[in-house]
């Protein structure tokens, strides 16, 4: 596979010296050596998991034929990446989305979107909070003491307000929200968390949800499938620290 590599610069830059590094460069030898049984348990062992160590579990599952895992892994990986890493989890999931019966162009459409996540959270949310209060307060007073405001000027003022008020509104979803991944195919989610309430519609492997709330080992889920409970080990969680660079 192409870019399969790519990790190491990557890793070799972000991983802090000592045992974790260590750790890396034990699995890099054994992952060359195409030991990924041994690498995958190597890249496991490292602690705190950055999105480029997900992103070599899943190149570890892949050649170990674990298909659904790898990509699993590939999408979580997709938290707190940066653009070349994106790039990389992209061209992976083309090849590895239509071995599991899945739409390959998915991969391309998540990238994108978890770019834009990435990107925000990069932003101090302060700084965006201060740009949206300081357009707001400066359309108010135009609007206020000048009697015949330039058009041009209301609109970029307006569109100024929108943009930096979502913004503001995306950082708390970001930073609010426990986001996960489906592991499985064909979940039931149910009116209640147990086995016995109502399905109320199916979420698919490598689906992402909100997690809005937990009850015992069930967790209530919302998706662009609709809202519901199911069982949390039919959940992966998307827990990745934000990639340099």
């Known amino acids: ?134 357009l707001w307060w400066l359309l108010l007073i135009l609007i206020v003491l000048s009697k015949k405001l330039h058009r041009a000027a209301l609109i970029a003022l307006i569109v100024g307000v929108i943009i930096s008020g979502g913004m503001v509104l995306l950082h708390y979803r970001i930073h609010q929200t426990n986001r996960a991944i489906v592991r499985d195919d064909a979940v039931a989610m149910r009116t209640g968390p147990d086995e016995h309430y109502h399905s109320i519609g199916n979420l698919e492997c490598l689906d992402q949800v909100d997690i809005c709330q937990a009850a015992g080992d069930w967790f209530k889920v919302s998706s662009n499938k609709g809202a519901g409970w199911v069982p949390a080990q039919k959940l992966e969680l998307i827990e990745c620290i934000e990639q340099s660079g």
């Open 1 to 134: 596979m192409k870019k399969i590599f790519l990790i190491i610069a990557l890793l070799v830059q972000t991983l802090s010296a000592g045992p974790q590094e260590e750790t890396f460069l034990r699995a890099a030898y054994h992952y060359r050596m195409q030991d990924y049984e041994k690498a995958l348990e190597l890249y496991q062992a490292i602690q705190p998991k950055r999105s480029s160590v997900w992103y070599n579990m899943g190149n570890c599952a892949y050649h170990r034929g674990d298909y659904v895992q790898a990509c699993l892994w590939w999408e979580k990986s997709m938290g707190g990446a940066n653009r070349a890493l994106l790039t990389a989890i992209q061209h992976n999931l083309k090849h590895g989305l239509p071995l599991i019966g899945k739409d390959p162009d998915r991969g391309g459409l998540a990238s994108s979107k978890q770019y834009v996540y990435t990107v925000l959270t990069k932003i101090h949310v302060g700084i965006v909070q201060v740009i949206f209060l300081l």
